[in-house]
């Protein structure tokens, strides 16, 4: 077993963190007693650690600011063409560290909170992540600001402040208990709020249709007010932003209609306007019509688009001197991709603001419009797909309502005439969906409205065309495109895992933190004995770091030797987490029923959150831990079988249990996981995965060698298959006995003594009506574990191709996929140039 990890060991130099200066050094170590003194001159005088905190954060941040001012101002004299961000969510997770990477800060300011006595990690646990994401969707976005920094795109990301982000999960006897992320309580160094762009968005109102255009009045008022936060580049001196904006009533918020409840009540109704971003909603692949949720939607759109039109006209040296008047040519400054259709209304508010404010023709602006708009699909899930109900449209946007059937009437009429008389392919393709009640399909709206429509990965693009989309395929073949995900390497391999990122730097030198297909240089390492040695003990590292971590938290005693099976991921029928469940069990009863064999030890981790109203996520959380209650307390097992739920799942918690993974987990229902990116997270960081044919997994076989994944199960046309025929889960059940054994257990109560019909319903869902045939799946997937369990005995043997893995991960890299948005989409160059620093003479 390795040695734990002395002082001297955490604080040794690693190159990947930037060179330490003297010079550098002494200045952090001044700027720091700078912000301390006047953090503390205020009212205090000793420190806490908070304290220390934020004068380490507003340290870094000073060597952003000067390299945020230079690369805004670069942007405004070269007038380049602007890409737009637009999101609901940005899971950005904490900053200080990935700042610090990206200014090659990280040696010299550990080395200078070192000599002033303090532990850098210590200082880093004290920010909170900034969880305005619920998964992948949210967590993708991030990814993406990074890299159209690192790549030189003049690049925004828009999206809203929530004042809380997505709950903190805490286990309460087994069950998930949420409590609000008050994430702002102590204020964040990172943002600046902007109060000079501060704007208008209109709510409710009726349309009065004039002489002189269509006039949308009486509305309801609520301010937008942004904050900017820096998103710097890697090591390019350049500097993006991402601007959050947040509701903020105005001054004479119900105050002009001398309301019956007076003054004091209307001060306090205030609190109505300002709820649009009070919170995250918490559903990951799921839709809730709430009419919050579609003010939050219009807000975040309406505030921005106002900000890039501003923008567009201003542009060009000093506003005064220039300013464009025609709006003709905003496709050739500006590209707006919506991230999903939670942004839709972009499309119908452009042309509001091109038809009835700039008074162009509605050809000319629905020209402009497309030519604009990009949309990117994220699911498949019917239950996912936006649809609103047209009579909240009717009293919330009655004029967008307007132009949404004017947009329809259009559209219908063009298949109309490439398909005379095809009536249902016209009911299939309308934005309108007629029914009990009459909704708008977001997902139609985008495609309609947009240029370019593209899936996350190539097997997702390739269903979207096949089926959901494929009326529109059909009509516009040339629309549909492939961007597959990727992950940005600073976060996910340099800062989450340094001694990784530094075993390969030796090897193949640094470049490849920027061009990650060099990673396929390792190829040539691949039988060298002191490179399996040295990925070998990086990873028992990372194992000791996080068990040590967990003993820690969670005061759990974990065997650092024993495979560490890890799956990470929200809590979702689809992605069945109840399959391994199934596989726990039936390896726990074959240890019971020979113990005396010589088992591969295993520690099973699963961890995620659940949506709060999702009823049976919420069931298959209490599973897991019920099992885990059993398992883990008996004698019998031993440390050869542990199960562990991490709790409170997030960003930060990604970046401490990625790093000590063995196996990856990514075993959704094939067809319906349209990505997934904790994949290639495991992937560059050391793990093997076991997984179905699904998402990314796909391009992730072909990259490293099918070979050298564990892949198992149905692929998309033998799911097919089994849906025409009918899936029959009690066939499986009778005719497999340890999957029957596994399944009586669960509902005769073995796991929930006192509550013996505890399950009765997750047993019910699974046996008969289970959409992501988790039986159908079992055999296969339980011979594939077997075969892990084999190749772990062969210590040598699974490092070698770990480093396949990793070799093949260059593909996965966001730098990758934003390239691609940059050219096929967006019609933008990315560029690997420096831009001069701030202290550089210009």
């Known amino acids: 077993m390795a040695k734990p990890l002395t002082d001297q060991d955490k604080r040794k130099q690693i190159s990947v963190r930037g060179l330490a200066g003297v010079e550098n050094v002494a200045d952090l170590k001044t700027n720091f007693n700078r912000h301390l003194h006047f953090t503390l001159v205020k009212d205090r005088n000793v420190a806490t650690k908070r304290d220390y905190y934020f004068a380490l954060a507003n340290t870094v941040r000073d060597h952003l600011v000067g390299r945020w001012i230079r690369t805004q101002q670069?942007?405004?004299?070269?007038?380049?063409?602007?890409?737009?961000?637009?999101?609901?969510?940005?899971?950005?997770?904490?900053?200080?560290?990935?700042?610090?990477?990206?200014?090659?800060?990280?040696?010299?300011?550990?080395?200078?909170?070192?000599?002033?006595?303090?532990?850098?990690?210590?200082?880093?646990?004290?920010?909170?992540d900034a969880g305005l994401g619920n998964g992948g969707l949210g967590r993708l976005a991030a990814c993406f600001l990074d890299s159209m920094a690192s790549l030189g795109l003049a690049a925004y990301g828009y999206g809203i402040r929530y004042e809380f982000g997505i709950f903190n999960q805490k286990i309460v006897n087994g069950w998930q208990v949420e409590e609000a992320d008050d994430w702002l309580r102590y204020g964040n160094p990172w943002e600046k709020a902007r109060p000079e762009y501060m704007r208008p968005v209109h709510f409710y109102g009726r349309v009065e249709h004039t002489a002189d255009g269509v006039k949308w009045v009486d509305t309801q008022v609520v301010l937008a007010l942004p904050y900017d936060t820096p998103v710097p580049g890697y090591r390019n001196n350049i500097v993006n932003t991402m601007r959050l904006w947040s509701a903020k009533a105005p001054c004479d918020f119900n105050l002009k209609d001398f309301?019956?409840?007076?003054?004091?009540?209307?001060?306090?109704?205030?609190?109505?306007?300002?709820?649009?971003?009070?919170?995250?909603?918490?559903?990951?692949n799921f839709f809730e019509g709430k009419e919050l949720r579609l003010k939050q939607e219009y807000f975040v759109v309406a505030a921005t688009l106002q900000d890039i039109v501003r923008r567009f006209k201003a542009s060009k040296f000093g506003s005064t001197e220039f300013v464009r008047l025609d709006l003709s040519t905003l496709p050739d400054k500006v590209a707006i991709q919506l991230n999903d259709t939670h942004p839709a209304m972009a499309i119908p508010e452009l042309m509001r603001i091109l038809v009835d404010m700039e008074k162009l023709t509605w050809e000319k602006a629905w020209d402009i419009v497309v030519r604009t708009c990009a949309y990117t699909n994220h699911t498949v899930l019917p239950e996912a797909l936006e649809r609103w109900p047209v009579d909240l449209f009717q009293n919330l946007l009655p004029r967008h309502l307007e132009i949404i059937y004017e947009i329809n009437r259009r559209h219908l009429e063009r298949i109309a005439k490439l398909y005379p008389g095809d009536f249902d392919r016209m009911r299939r393709m309308s934005l309108i969906e007629e029914g009990d009640v009459k909704k708008i399909n977001m997902a139609h709206l985008c495609i309609v409205g947009s240029h370019a429509v593209n899936g996350v990965a190539r097997i997702h693009s390739e269903i979207i065309k096949d089926t959901v989309f494929k009326d529109f395929y059909e009509v516009d073949p040339k629309k549909f495109q492939n961007k597959t995900n990727g992950i940005t390497p600073r976060r996910w391999l340099v800062m989450c895992n340094p001694g990784l990122a530094e075993v390969i730097a030796e090897r193949i030198g640094e470049d490849y933190i920027r061009d990650l297909d060099q990673l396929k240089n390792l190829l040539d390492f691949v039988d060298d004995d002191a490179f399996i040695r040295d990925v070998a003990k990086v990873k028992q590292e990372n194992k000791m770091k996080f068990a040590a971590y967990l003993e820690e938290q969670y005061k759990v005693k974990i065997n650092p030797n024993s495979m560490f099976d890890v799956h990470v991921k929200r809590i979702h029928e689809y992605k069945r987490q109840l399959l391994n469940c199934l596989h726990i069990i039936t390896l726990y009863n074959r240890i019971k029923?020979?113990?005396?064999?010589?088992?591969?030890?295993?520690?099973?981790?699963?961890?995620?959150?659940?949506?709060?109203?999702?009823?049976?996520?919420?069931?298959?959380?209490?599973?897991?831990?019920?099992?885990?209650?059993?398992?883990?307390?008996?004698?019998?097992?031993?440390?050869?079988?542990?199960?562990?739920?991490?709790?409170?799942?997030?960003v930060t918690l990604a970046e401490k249990a990625i790093p000590a993974a063995d196996l990856s987990e990514q075993i959704s229902t094939a067809g319906t996981e349209a990505s997934g990116t904790g994949n290639m997270k495991f992937m560059l960081n050391g793990a093997l995965t076991i997984g179905t044919m699904d998402g990314a997994n796909v391009e992730m076989a072909e990259e490293a060698g099918e070979e050298n994944l564990f892949i198992f199960g149905m692929r998309v046309p033998d799911v097919e298959a089994l849906d025409k025929k009918g899936y029959d889960a009690v066939s499986y059940y009778n005719r497999i006995p340890e999957l029957k054994q596994a399944m009586d257990q669960i509902s005769g109560g073995f796991?929930?003594?006192?509550?013996?019909?505890?399950?009765?319903?997750?047993?019910?869902?699974?046996?008969?009506h289970d959409r992501f045939k988790v039986f159908a799946d079992y055999e296969d997937y339980?011979?594939?574990?077997?075969?892990v369990n084999v190749l772990y005995k062969n210590p040598k043997e699974w490092t070698k191709m770990v480093i396949h893995n990793i070799a093949g991960c260059g593909k996965f890299s966001s730098d990758r996929t934003i390239s691609q948005y940059a050219r096929e989409i967006w019609g933008m160059e990315p560029s690997l140039e420096k831009i001069a620093a701030p202290d550089d003479p210009r």
């Not at 562990?644 to 799942?649: M, W």
């Not at 796991?751 to 008969?768: A, I, Y």
Request: overall charge negative; proline content about 5%.
């Open 74 to 128: 670069h942007y405004y004299e070269k007038d380049p063409k602007r890409v737009y961000y637009l999101s609901l969510e940005f899971y950005m997770g904490r900053t200080l560290q990935n700042t610090m990477v990206n200014l090659a800060l990280e040696n010299a300011c550990d080395e200078a909170t070192y000599q002033l006595g303090l532990d850098m990690e210590e200082l880093q646990d004290i920010e909170e």
């Open 259 to 284: 309301n019956v409840g007076g003054y004091i009540q209307a001060v306090l109704d205030r609190n109505l306007a300002e709820n649009i971003s009070r919170v995250l909603y918490p559903n990951d």
């Open 593 to 650: 029923k020979e113990p005396n064999k010589s088992w591969t030890p295993r520690t099973v981790m699963i961890g995620g959150k659940a949506a709060p109203g999702y009823h049976t996520a919420k069931m298959i959380i209490k599973l897991i831990t019920s099992i885990g209650d059993i398992i883990n307390n008996d004698p019998v097992v031993g440390d050869r079988l542990k199960v562990i739920f991490l709790e409170n799942y997030r």
């Open 751 to 768: 796991f929930s003594p006192d509550q013996p019909g505890l399950f009765k319903d997750l047993v019910n869902m699974l046996m008969h």
């Open 782 to 787: 339980i011979k594939c574990q077997e075969k």
